[in-house]
C-alpha cells in the first residue's frame, strides 16, 4: 500500500488556481498571435523545419542517444542566434504592429504631429489623376505614402524635393530620362519629400513571375512598413496598390480613390481617438473657461 501511495503521489496532478488560468490563457493568446503572424510567411516553413528537429531530439532522449544531446546542448546558443536572424523580419513587423496599436503610447503621443502627416482628399485626387495620366502614357511610377511608421532610412536614399503634391508635378518627376525618374517618389502629408528613393523587394516566392521590380518594391516597402504604395506599369499602364502586404492590381480610377479615401479617414479617426492628449495640453493655459486669442 505504501508503494502504491507513492506511486498515485507522483503521478498526482498539480492544483491550478485561479492565476494559473490566467497564466495559460495569456500564454495561448501570444502563442496564437505568434502563429498567425508567422502562418503567411516564409517563417511558416522555417517554423516547420524547426518542429522537425525537436521532434528528432525528443526520440533522441527518449532513446538514450547520449552523443546527439550533448551535441544539441553545446549547439543550443548557436541556435537560438540563428532563430533571431531567421525571424528577424517577422519580429520586427510585429514589435511595429505592437507600438501602432498600442493606445498607452498613442495617449501620450502628440496627436498634433499625426494630423500635420495625415494627407487630405486634395492630395488623394492629386495622386490618382497623376497615376491615370501616367498609365495612359505608359510612364512606370512609384509613390509611398507615408503614414504611421516613418520611412526616414528611404526617405535618405533619395533627393529632397520638399514640395507640395500635385499631380503636374508627380507626372514631371516620373517622366522619361529625367534626373529625377528613377526609384521612389515618398510622400509624407501633403508634401513631396523625396524622390529617386530606393525600396526593398520584397522576398516573397509567390509573386506573379509577370510582376517587374517596381511592383516587388511596392511589396517589398509594404511588408516592412504600414506605408501605401501606388504604382503605375510601364508595360502595361494598369495602376496598383500596395498595402498591409498585399498587391492588389489593376483598379481603376473610383476603386483607387475609394481604397486611399478609407485610409485617410482611417488615419483621421485614429488621430481624434486619442485627441484627448491635445485638450490636456490646453488646460492649464485657460482663463476663465476660455482660451487667450494668442493660444486660439
Not at 494559473?20 to 502562418?39: N, S, T
Not at 500635420?116 to 498609365?135: H, R
Not at 509624407?188 to 516566392?205: D, F, M, V, W
Amino acid at each position: 500500500m505504501a508503494q502504491i501511495t507513492a506511486l498515485l503521489e507522483r503521478f498526482s496532478l498539480p492544483r491550478v488556481g485561479v492565476t494559473d488560468v490566467i497564466e495559460i490563457a495569456i500564454m495561448a493568446f501570444i502563442l496564437y498571435h505568434i502563429l498567425k503572424l508567422l502562418k503567411d510567411t516564409r517563417a511558416w516553413f522555417i517554423l516547420r523545419g524547426i518542429a522537425v528537429i525537436l521532434i528528432f531530439f525528443g526520440i533522441a532522449y527518449l532513446l538514450h542517444f547520449d552523443t546527439i544531446i550533448f551535441i544539441a546542448q553545446k549547439c543550443l546558443s548557436l541556435i537560438l542566434m540563428a532563430l533571431i536572424v531567421a525571424f528577424q523580419p517577422e519580429m520586427r513587423r510585429a514589435l511595429e504592429k505592437l507600438g501602432r496599436k498600442n493606445a498607452l503610447l498613442s495617449f501620450f503621443s502628440s496627436s498634433s504631429s499625426s494630423v500635420a502627416a495625415n494627407f487630405d482628399e486634395k492630395t488623394v485626387n492629386e495622386i490618382v489623376t497623376a497615376s491615370f495620366k501616367m498609365g495612359v502614357a505608359r510612364t512606370g511610377a512609384l509613390i509611398v505614402i507615408e503614414r504611421e511608421v516613418p520611412l526616414n532610412e528611404y526617405v535618405h536614399t533619395g533627393i529632397a524635393v520638399d514640395a507640395v503634391v500635385t499631380s503636374q508635378l508627380l507626372i514631371n518627376i516620373f517622366e522619361h530620362n529625367t534626373p529625377l525618374h528613377d526609384g521612389a517618389v515618398i510622400i509624407k502629408g501633403n508634401r513631396i519629400e523625396s524622390a529617386t528613393c530606393y525600396l526593398p523587394l520584397s522576398q516573397n516566392l509567390d509573386i506573379s513571375k509577370m510582376l517587374g521590380t517596381r511592383h516587388r518594391a511596392a511589396l517589398g516597402v509594404s511588408e516592412q512598413t504600414d506605408s501605401v504604395t501606388v504604382v503605375v506599369s510601364e508595360e502595361t499602364g494598369q495602376v496598383s496598390l500596395a498595402v498591409g502586404g498585399k498587391l492588389l492590381l489593376n483598379l481603376n480610377k473610383e476603386q483607387l480613390t475609394a481604397r486611399l479615401e478609407a485610409i485617410r479617414l482611417d488615419a483621421v479617426k485614429e488621430t481624434e481617438k486619442y485627441g484627448i492628449y491635445n485638450l490636456l495640453k490646453w488646460l492649464p493655459m485657460m482663463k476663465g473657461g476660455q482660451l487667450r486669442d494668442e493660444e486660439k
